[in-house]
């Protein structure tokens, strides 16, 4: 079983910058890809960004592309994303997802494991 708990979400003005953290327990969390979503109110869950279990492949939406960053640091059991250039529709619940399969997943349905969600909010 995996535990992950988000956070770093809040209120920002639009071009402004944060950065999410997800802590994960467990002593596999190297083992396994994982992800960022969001999901904003009357929207379904899509696919923010995807790390592997090495750190060395990553994936981004076409609209984030430039903007975030995914990372990992499986010393700490933690990934991180870090968002620049914020903008209004970028606000929504961000979840951290586990894949226990250790390659990138893009799809909902590929993750095993989800957090509670942090919310980001930004202001035009």
């Known amino acids: 079983q995996v535990q992950l708990v988000e956070s770093g979400g809040g209120l920002v003005q639009a071009g402004g910058s944060l950065r999410l953290s997800c802590a994960a327990s467990g002593r596999t969390f190297s083992n396994y890809a994982m992800g960022w979503f969001r999901q904003a109110p009357g929207k379904e869950r899509e696919f923010v960004a995807t790390?592997?279990?090495?750190?060395?492949?990553?994936y981004y939406t076409d609209s984030v592309k430039g903007r975030f960053t995914i990372s990992r640091d499986n010393a700490k059991n933690t990934v991180y994303l870090q968002m620049n250039s914020l903008k209004p529709e970028d606000t929504a619940v961000y979840y951290c997802?586990?894949?226990?399969?250790?390659?990138?997943?893009?799809?909902?349905?590929?993750?095993?494991?989800w957090g509670q969600g942090t919310q980001v909010t930004v202001s035009s």
């Open positions: 790390i592997d279990w090495s750190g060395t492949n990553t």
């Open positions: 997802a586990a894949r226990t399969w250790g390659t990138a997943g893009t799809q909902v349905r590929e993750y095993d494991y």
